[in-house]
């Protein structure tokens, strides 16, 4: 991700780009949220405009209700991988202060299981199981690339 000539030839002529990324386990540098930042940076500058990108429930938005066990997950994040946690808010932020069509998909616990076919699409404190399987996931990010219902949201997806 710190390779800014590579970021720009990918997004230079793209119709859209899709970002699924994310931390895996503790993180302890800024090396996502950089990234995150170039992309955009890359995009407005080739005017693509399009942004789908991953995000969790640490990317609080107003449309969010409470919910205590999101509420639990996030605390113990803060509090066992704080960098972690703060790298995400760090990506939403930089995509949510861009000028791009942006959309954050945040999902809870992503499985391996297969697509259910079975989507909600809504917002935290809402009705939202713990899980959701990353087929699902990946044709609500396909669906994106044209839907304009979520443009500057961040929607929160589950498989109840």
Known sequence: M????????AVQGAGAVLSFLGPKGKVSDTTL?????????AMEKHHVNRLVA??????????DG????????????????????QEVI??????????????IVRVPWLTDAPATGKLHVGYFGQKQSLKHSREDMADFFSDQINDQAYIKKAPALSNA
């Not at 710190?2 to 030839?9: D, G, P, V």
């Not at 991953?54 to 449309?63: D, P, Q, S, Y």
């Open 33 to 41: 949220s950089d990234g995150v930042l170039r992309i955009v940076q």
């Open 54 to 63: 991953l995000g969790t429930r640490n990317i609080e938005v107003a449309e």
């Open 90 to 103: 760090n990506m939403g932020k930089h995509i949510q202060h861009s000028k791009l069509d942006w959309t």
């Open 66 to 85: 409470p919910d205590l066990r999101f509420f639990i997950m996030v605390t113990l994040l803060k509090l066992l991988a704080k960098g972690t946690y």
């Open 2 to 9: 710190r390779n800014e000539l590579a970021i720009e030839t």
